[in-house]
């Protein structure tokens, strides 16, 4: 079983900073974690890329968010995170975290999705 849990989203305004966490909590040894990443979905819109990174640290983010949000994670504790600077209204949106599990056994790959944070950025 595996279960992806986010923290660390909220009201801030705009310049200031968040972090967001996310922890996959994998039940049993058969799935290892590839790429982690989040996304996000602002109201009327469609979900987004904003960076993903994968277990050897490769990361990849979209241009809107480049040089503002970095994403880093910890192997050991399973877990992800998205530290965003230089916040902007435009950046407002729920923020979902997803993680690629692939099952040693098989080979397949599956994807997980977190329930989302909300992040809001006020002017």
């Known amino acids: 079983q595996v279960q992806l849990v986010e923290s660390g989203g909220g009201l801030v305004q705009a310049g200031g900073s968040l972090r967001l966490s996310c922890l996959a909590s994998?039940?049993?040894?058969?799935?290892?974690?590839?790429?982690m990443g989040w996304y996000r979905q602002a109201p009327g819109k469609q979900r987004e890329l904003v960076a993903t990174i994968t277990s050897g640290g490769i990361t990849n983010s979209a241009d809107s968010v480049k040089g503002r949000f970095t994403i880093s994670r910890d192997n050991a504790k399973n877990t992800v995170y998205l530290q965003m600077n230089s916040l902007k209204p435009e950046d407002t949106a729920v923020y979902y975290c997803n993680a690629d599990l692939r099952d040693s056994r098989t080979g397949v790959v599956f994807r997980y999705w977190g329930q989302g944070t909300q992040v809001t950025v006020s002017s």
């Open positions: 994998v039940t049993g040894s058969i799935f290892s974690i590839n790429v």
